[in-house]
Each structure stands twice: as structure tokens, then as C-alpha cells.
């Protein structure tokens, strides 16, 4: 069985679906995580998160929910652009694709765990020469250059034709869209239909 996961390194729900995602691949589903940038909007800087505000509920029921997988998790204090990540993980992902798993983790890690602000290139740099240590200054030249970005706007023209407008969201098979970090039954549910359904 099949299915694509689109994320964002800076959606706390797509961070706690990487444990939904743990949990199809150990259904043997095969899973495959699109990028999606879930705020173009946000400068390259990023934005300063305040502890009370409006998502200070939100990243509660995260951590909460998180312990619940075992899943570390520390509030972000910032909420950086993601777009440059997204970029260079797609270029890792194209050059050199052993090494995108780790990168992916790396980089929801970064953001989630250690508090690191993955829009800065430096901080990116060092996440990629952490995984691909020998080609991180190449992917510096070909993310500058522009590739990867087209990687990104293909991954999301696509998770729009299937009406995906959010992270993260599931497609499984080509057909079947589930939006958000949902109970792991259903998840277990889905895939035992699907697979009923296909013998």
C-alpha cells in the first residue's frame, strides 16, 4: 500500500503526525512525506511566538499528546520561514536520497526538540552537513540556484488537486485524503479497509 504525507517543518500537528506515519510504515504501508509550506506569508525572519498566546493552547495539546507517543517536544519560541528547508531537504531528497530520511527527521528535530531556527541558511547548513557530509556546501550552491523549488510548488499543486489545503493530510493510494494528525485507530482502520477492499 502506498500513500504521501504532505508536511511542514513548522506545523506542530504535522511534527505529531510523524508518529502517524510511524505507525502506517510499521503496517507496511510505504510512505512517502511531500513538502507543503504552510505559511508563505511569514517573513524571512519568522515570528517571535508568545507564551500566552494564541497558540499557546494548541502547542499544550501537542506536548500533551506527544508524551502520550513518546515523541519529544518543547515549545518553539519562533516561528521561522520554512520555505528555504523545504527547499534543501527536496534537493537532499533528489541528489542524494539515502539521505533524506535523516534529513526530515533532522529538521522537524530542529524545530521541535532543540529550538534551533530552521529559516536561518547557517542553521541549515550545519542540520545538512550533520546527514550529508560531504556534499552540504553543494547544497547550499543548488538550493541559491533555485533548485528544489520546483520540487515544492509541484508537491503542493498536487496536494491542492486533491483538495489538500493544510498539514499535515495523508493520501493513500491515490484516492483517499486524510487531513490532520487523527486518532492512530482510524489510521489502523483506514489501511485494514483499503486492504479488504483490495483482496
Known amino acids: ?12 500537528w504535522a511534527y505529531l503526525g510523524r508518529d502517524r ?6 503496517l ?11 505559511h508563505p506569508e511569514l517573513p524571512a525572519g519568522g515570528r517571535a511566538i508568545r507564551p500566552d498566546g494564541r497558540m499557546a493552547k494548541a502547542y ?25 528547508a523545504l527547499e534543501t531537504a527536496e534537493v537532499v531528497r533528489g541528489r542524494w536520497p ?17 529550538g534551533v531556527d530552521i529559516g536561518d541558511p547557517e542553521v541549515i547548513d550545519a542540520i545538512v552537513a550533520g546527514v550529508v ?3 552540504a556546501s553543494a547544497v547550499r550552491t543548488a538550493v541559491d540556484s533555485g533548485a528544489g523549488a520546483e ?9 491542492h488537486d486533491h483538495g489538500v489545503a493544510a498539514t ?7 484516492e483517499l485524503v486524510v487531513p490532520g494528525a487523527q486518532p492512530r485507530e482510524l489510521f489502523e482502520r483506514i489501511v485494514s479497509r483499503l486492504r479488504a477492499r483490495t483482496r
Open 151 to 159: 520540487a515544492v510548488s509541484r508537491s503542493m499543486a498536487l496536494a
Open 28 to 38: 507496511d504501508v510505504a510512505v512517502t512525506p511531500m513538502p507543503y509550506e504552510l
Open 133 to 135: 557530509a560531504s556534499g
Open 21 to 26: 506515519t510511524r505507525l502506517l510504515r510499521s
Open 168 to 174: 499535515p493530510a495523508w493520501l493513500f493510494e491515490g
Open 1 to 12: 500500500m502506498q500513500a504521501l504525507v504532505w508536511s511542514d517543518y513548522i506545523c506542530p
Open 60 to 84: 499544550a495539546d501537542i506536548a500533551a499528546l506527544c508524551t502520550e507517543v513518546e515523541l519529544p517536544f518543547a515549545t518553539p519560541r519562533l516561528v521561522p520561514n520554512s520555505r528555504r
Open 98 to 114: 539515502e539521505a533524506f530520511d535523516a534529513l526530515d527527521d533532522a529538521l522537524f528535530s530542529a524545530h521541535f526538540v532543540d
